[in-house]
């Protein structure tokens, strides 16, 4: 499982390709009457501005750590697991990351209230002017989403704080190197 987040993140075409033909999938579910080439094209279109702020983003994490895909992927699993690295260099290209994206999460409690009613207003609306494929598609779509981007932004930002405290000293944090046991 490993290899394959690892290939994943250093392979942002294959993360975007898959999001695409995933929404498509479900587009085709809820409304089977459309065409498959129609629903694949305009999944792309829409996502076009999506995958444009995703890339930018990416772009401005690698000039924080040094400009390399890879050191990029590998202070992100260094993140991920807990570990503090014990090079100075390291050291500072993680820091860099670390306080980049929580200068960018500084508003998460915001942006997730607003898709939590943004979901629930779409469902709600689904169920006034469709049928009951579509609201149930909705809704099981606004359970799953929901019940998966909320705890999993909330751990990410723990993971930072955990991070940029044990980065605030210049030597490695003990205990440090390891995932604890609620972020697995």
């Keep these: 499982m490993e290899r394959l987040n690892d290939f994943l993140r250093r392979h942002l075409w294959v993360q975007m390709l898959l ?7 479900l587009i085709l579910l809820l409304y089977p009457s459309r065409s498959a080439a129609s629903v694949v094209t305009r999944t792309a279109l829409c996502s ?6 995703v ?9 924080a750590t040094g400009g390399s895909t890879d050191r990029l992927v590998g202070l992100d699993g260094r993140l991920r697991k807990g570990e503090v690295p014990a090079d100075p260099a390291e050291r500072d290209a993680l820091r860099a990351l670390v ?36 609201t149930l598609g909705f809704a099981l779509l606004t359970v799953v989403f929901l019940g998966w981007f909320i705890p999993y932004g909330n751990l990410q930002h723990r993971r930072l704080r955990r991070m940029r405290a044990a980065l605030a000293d210049d030597r490695p944090a003990p205990g440090a190197t390891g995932a604890e046991p609620h972020d697995r």
């Design 99 to 134: 306080e980049q994206r929580l200068h960018r999460t500084r508003h998460r409690v915001a942006a997730q209230v607003v898709l939590v009613v943004l979901f629930c207003s779409v469902t709600a609306l689904t169920a006034l002017t469709a049928g009951a494929r579509p």
């Design 19 to 25: 999001s695409v033909l995933l929404a498509s999938a």
């Design 48 to 53: 076009v501005g999506g995958i444009a702020v």
């Design 55 to 63: 890339v930018a983003a990416r772009r401005r994490e690698k000039r």
